[in-house]
């Protein structure tokens, strides 16, 4: 079933209106009433997808000037808090502001109003927000449902990435959507070979090396060996898709590899995996080091490890801030030294601190 469900989620990624279907699945699952995807940028209006039963509301949520103060102020509580896991939205609100939230008003009308959000901050400046309805008389969300949400999290993010990049628009073919996204990418068969890339991926000489057969590889041997193992690994195993780049000058790199399933799979002219390099860039809306953060797919437990040795505190210190016991600590650093591509202290916190923290 979750297999089925990731496979529907790289689907939705290309191909928007497959996005209320996915988020259909996902909230059955989870045992909610109705699901929501809303992007937001720098600029630019609040775009999103909901489920069917979802969609009028969401709509005004984003274009009725009394409403769309709702998800505003759910994005800033998010950034905020900057959970890495699906919250109950509740636990940081205060009773006040659930009884006056205009949105809430209009939810409760339907019976709903316990919202499980997350907020995924996109290496391109973008943050997607998901968010899933359970009725009031339910109570709060299940630890299972949430264990459910948290498990697809890191797929919803690079998902969420393709889609925020196409603005959740329908993609007409492989070249023009690679060329929408505006950013280094190449469609690769099941084998491996490159089918098609764009001029801004041919240009990237020094991160990408040609291989026999038509293949391709990263130049850093430690970032092309997860490559690699994410190119050969079956749909829904859980591997590492978001790969850390080591270019020679700044922003920072990631390389993500997204799996093209289902009608995504015609659609780029029967690729099987799509691979993008997104440069970190910083805005008004992603505070660092989360950009970073959520690309990597850490654990809740991993994030705060992490944040804390990027503040300066020593291990010991970190294990503490984190609420590790120290005796565990070295497990978790190793962990997350394999997940970002890195085997040194220096090197993690010199990774986080990469995307220039923006001023509170």
Known sequence: MTAE???????????????????????????????????????????????????????AAITDEALRVSPVAAL?????????????????????????????????????????????????????????????DEGIHPAESLAFLDGMRPDMA??????????????????????????????????????VTNALFD?????????????????????????????QAPGGAAVLRSIPLRNTLPPPIVLHVLPLRRDAHDLFGGGDQLIVA???????????????????DLTPAEVKLATALAKGLNLKAAATEAGLQFSTVRTYLNRIFRKTGTNQQSQLIALLKSAHPLQP
Not at 220 to 227: C, V
Request: charged share 20%; proline share 5%.
């Open 5 to 59: 469900i990731i496979d529907a989620l790289y689907e939705a990624a290309f191909i928007a209106e497959k996005w209320p279907a996915v988020l259909t699945r996902i909230t059955d699952v989870a045992a909610a009433k109705g699901g929501v995807l809303l992007v937001f940028a720098d600029n630019m209006r609040i775009r999103g997808q909901a489920v069917p039963s979802l969609q009028d509301m969401m709509n």
């Open 76 to 136: 800033e509580l998010m950034n905020s808090v900057r959970p890495a896991s699906f919250i109950e939205l509740d636990s940081f609100m205060t009773p006040q502001q659930i009884r006056d939230d205009p949105l809430r008003v209009r939810l409760r009308a339907r019976g709903l109003g316990r919202q499980a959000c997350t907020a995924i901050a996109m290496p391109s400046g973008e943050v997607a927000m998901f968010i899933f309805e359970r009725g009031l």
């Open 158 to 195: 690079r998902a969420s990435l393709a889609a925020a990049r196409l603005r959740l628009e329908q993609a007409r073919g492989s070249v023009e959507a690679l060329a929408m996204i505006g950013l280094p990418a190449a469609v690769l068969a099941g084998n491996g070979r490159v089918r």
């Open 203 to 231: 240009r990237e000489k020094e991160l990408f090396v040609a291989t026999a057969f038509g293949g391709i590889a990263l130049s850093h041997p430690d970032a092309n060996r997860l490559f690699q193992l994410a190119l």
């Open 278 to 296: 997104t440069a970190i860039s910083a805005s008004m809306l992603v505070p660092s080091p989360t950009i970073l953060i959520g690309l990597f």
